[in-house]
């Protein structure tokens, strides 16, 4: 069995339809989990005005696959109907059929729009295409944008708001979504490719890249006593991402960036990928982490999720986690968007910073410990340990006020252990987290103190340092990744799935 739940942004958004126990709005959903009973399944569709980034129709989607249910748009969905870039690729195949329904002998049209709902529209000509374009990017409702130079072509596909559709539009909207929710959801088939050649994405310019330039050479070298030829690409390699049986992404990911468009193409080829886009998604926001790892009932320190106009919430945060607290934007990384306030006015100034970039924050109990242990996991196994340790001064790994004379962050040292002598404890722990998330390679950040021990976050693009992260295994760190990409490749060539 399962259960539909319809999210709108606001109550008048659903004036026009008649009333309904699936109908529940974007505030109530963020705020309570809700699912069906024990072996039934939850379907979200989200119908917010926007799915703007870190908005509330975003988090709508974010948390819904944080909470294990099948919702549409998802994040992915969101991100790539935000960059042109990626929808220019995949419908080229789409203007082709276009030129056919709108002839170049339509000289009196220069452009025009189209809606789609649920893969469906009115325009009979346009039937094929519409289903096309939606499944390619599952939204609810869709504006096509057409416009002919030499030829007609899809110049825009954007969401569209259900509050702004007209009288007709809504009732084609209704009959669309009653013939949608009783279909099953379907993923698209991947293409296979069988060449055992990896790209390597990284940034040469990036100032504190997951892998320095003496691990991406080990990397390369580990791969060549393998048979796989590690080819280091950049952002301007995307158009020929295809040409590889791998990706390997050694860059800081980001939702909203290249990255995960790489990697989100790379899994559209059928190619073996590190990190993977659902990886990506499940580790860079730590409002869906948060909301996973509370799902799967693992130890994390006392959290609350602070809404951008709930000053009563914000007012409450020192009773319910006592000074100093730990605000957070989703999406940092390597200490970055952070703060640490030790006053109602400290706490004040710090949120009215953060809430300018996001609609949600994070806030949680400090925990002092002079170091934070970072256990690496690979394909589930633990790979790693190391101890870092806070930098001199600072309540943090990472001081980003305080720069080097090469204009780097300064940071606290490090030891690097066998996985034997870490504590059992952060051990399981780490491979429990890693569970939640996938199976590739994750960098797993745990405070341990005497009496708990709590989990801070799961890393989908783990600091692989040479001299630091390499600094007990040596290469046979590089080798035990590049033998897991060797072993994905070759299942994958004998058509064995995981």
Known sequence: MSRLVIVVEKASDWGAFYPSENIVSAVDYLKQPLGGGEGERTQVINLCRSYKYLGLGYYVSLLAEARGHKVIPSVRTINDLRRRSIYGVDIEDLNAKLARFLPEGARDATDFGLLVYFGQTNYAPLADLARQVFETFPCPILRLEFERQKVWQIASIKPAGLHTLSDPQEDAFADALDHFSKKLWRKPRARKKYRYDLAMLHDPAEAMPPSNKRALRQFIEAGKELGIEVDPITRNDFARLAEYDGLFIRETTALDNHTYRFAHRAEREDMVVIDDPTSILRCTNKIYLHDLLKSKKLPTPRTEVVFRDDAKRLAAL????????????????FSRGIHKVE??????????????????????????????????????????????????????????????AKGAAKSGGFKTLPVREAPGEVVKLAVRACNAIGDGLYGVDIKAMKDRVALIEVNDNPSIDAGVEDAYLGEDLYRRIMEEFLRRLERKRLGIHD
Not at 318 to 333: A, H, Q
């Open 318 to 333: 020192p009773e319910l986690l006592g000074f100093p607290i730990v605000l957070k934007i989703p999406d940092g990384s």
């Open 343 to 404: 006053t109602p006015e400290q706490l004040k100034a710090a949120a009215a910073e953060l809430f300018d970039h996001t609609a949600l924050l994070l806030a949680q109990e400090y925990l002092y410990t002079e170091f934070d242990w970072r256990i690496g996991v690979l394909d589930g196994q633990p790979l790693y340990a190391c101890q870092y340790f806070m930098s001199r001064g600072h309540w943090q790994i990472y001081d980003h006020s305080a720069r080097s």
